[in-house]
């Protein structure tokens, strides 16, 4: 069973930059897609950012309009590692952040209910 564990959340100011980690515990072809998801108070979980592959050797990155140009997904495959750097972060922004996986080329890469894998999750707080 594959475990993703995420760190990096906190409290930040507007304008401000926070990381986010997410661990995972084995690398399998059923878990090869990463991607980060949110919940913010009394709204529904929401896509993020994706490593989606795309073709035999080809990874994309793709992100929600409301994030792009400010957040990063990248992966450090030695470590078995996902990030999302955060940056120019807004009070919209704050909500629980997900570490999502799944198999590739399965499903959408923005639909929640593909991702097989779910971590516990972060808080993230942007305050004004």
């Known amino acids: 069973q594959v475990q993703l564990v995420e760190s990096g959340g906190g409290l930040v100011q507007t304008g401000g930059s926070l990381r986010l980690s997410c661990a995972v515990s084995e690398r399998t072809s059923s878990s090869d897609d990463m991607a980060w998801f949110r919940r913010a108070p009394e709204k529904g979980r929401e896509f993020v950012a994706s490593?989606?592959?795309?073709?035999?050797?080809?990874?994309?990155?793709y992100y929600a309009d409301s994030v792009k140009g400010r957040f990063t997904i990248s992966r450090d495959n030695a470590q078995n590692t996902v990030y999302l750097q955060m940056s120019s972060l807004k009070p919209e922004d704050t909500a629980v952040y997900y570490c999502?996986?799944?198999?590739?080329?399965?499903?959408?890469?923005?639909?929640?209910?593909?991702?097989?894998?779910w971590g516990q999750g972060s808080q993230v707080t942007v305050s004004s």
């Open positions: 490593l989606t592959w795309t073709g035999h050797t080809t990874v994309s990155a």
């Open positions: 999502a996986a799944k198999a590739p080329f399965i499903g959408s890469y923005y639909r929640s209910e593909t991702y097989a894998y």
